[in-house]
């Protein structure tokens, strides 16, 4: 994996940091769920996981395009 990273592109780069924010937004999303369903109310705390999933997802989704057309041509 090190050697892949040595090697890579701007745009493979950037594309990787673009999966990783998906990533972190889809384990907001399965937070937000988690505590959407609890049963007890006072037992949820407070965070902001929808923000949270929204930023990541949009963040994610920007840099995947911003990446596309240097890894299609590299």
């Known amino acids: 994996m090190k050697a892949f990273l040595t090697f890579a ?3 493979e780069i950037v594309a990787l940091w673009g999966a990783a924010s998906l990533i972190v937004a889809l384990a907001a999303l399965a937070m937000e769920r988690r505590r959407m369903k609890r049963t007890s109310i006072d037992k949820v ?3 902001p ?3 949270l999933f ?3 997802a949009v963040l994610g989704g920007a840099l995947l395009v911003v990446s596309i057309p240097g890894v299609i041509r590299g």
């Open 9 to 11: 592109s701007e745009a």
């Open 45 to 47: 705390g407070w965070m």
């Open 49 to 51: 996981w929808t923000g």
């Open 54 to 56: 929204l930023t990541f």
